[in-house]
Each structure stands twice: as structure tokens, then as C-alpha cells.
């Protein structure tokens, strides 16, 4: 069973740049297409970004142009950087595999945009 741990968000103004990394454990990380999903303050948990086991990529509309998703094969992590952070980009941010599943959802990153 793959785990994975979630970790650099934080508090950072509008306009300004977070990397969110995602390490996983356990499984065979490079076949996984990965995802990174988040969750705003009352709203459900939504898909932001995918990346397939290859490399190719896919975005959430509001999210295309200032976020980009990569991932490191050889050390089982993958990273959301992110940038022109607005307020609505507030929320919880997991890491899970494209399609999750239920048993991996870690504790996520919180990271919030405010002035």
C-alpha cells in the first residue's frame, strides 16, 4: 500500500509562490499516475492537477497558467509549484493517485492566501 506526506504550504500573500512536495512510500511510484487535489473552507475536495507515470500533465482551469506539476521518479515524490497565488487558492492541499484512493488520503498541507 503506498502512503504519502504532504508538505510545504504555509501563509503567503497574494501574488506570491508556494512548492508543494508529496513523498510517497511503499508501491511502485513511477506506474501511478499521480494527482494533486485540494480542499477550500465548506467546498468539496477537487482535482487540481495530474501527472501520468510518463510525464504528461493536465490543469484545472483555474489553475492553468500559474500552477505546474512535476514529479522525481527515483525519489517517489511529486511537487505542485505554485504561483500568482490569489485567495481562492486557499484550501488543503493532498496529494493521491489519478484516480484517488480512499485508504491514501494523508493529512495534506494547508495553504492559505491572505494580505
Known amino acids: 500500500q503506498v502512503q504519502f506526506v504532504e508538505s510545504g504550504g504555509g501563509l503567503v500573500q497574494p501574488g506570491g509562490s508556494l512548492r508543494l512536495s508529496c513523498a510517497a512510500s511503499g508501491g511502485i511510484f513511477r506506474i501511478y499516475a499521480m494527482g494533486w487535489y485540494r480542499r477550500a473552507p465548506g467546498k468539496q475536495r477537487e482535482l487540481v492537477a495530474h501527472i501520468t507515470g510518463d510525464g504528461n500533465t493536465n490543469y484545472q482551469d483555474s489553475v492553468k497558467g500559474r500552477f505546474t506539476i512535476s514529479r522525481d521518479n527515483a525519489k517517489k515524490t511529486v511537487y505542485l509549484q505554485m504561483s500568482s497565488l490569489q485567495p481562492e487558492d486557499t484550501a488543503v492541499y493532498y496529494c493521491?493517485?489519478?484516480?484517488?484512493?480512499?485508504?491514501?488520503w494523508g493529512q495534506g498541507t494547508q495553504v492559505t492566501v491572505s494580505s
Open positions: 493521491n493517485t489519478r484516480p484517488p484512493i480512499p485508504a491514501n
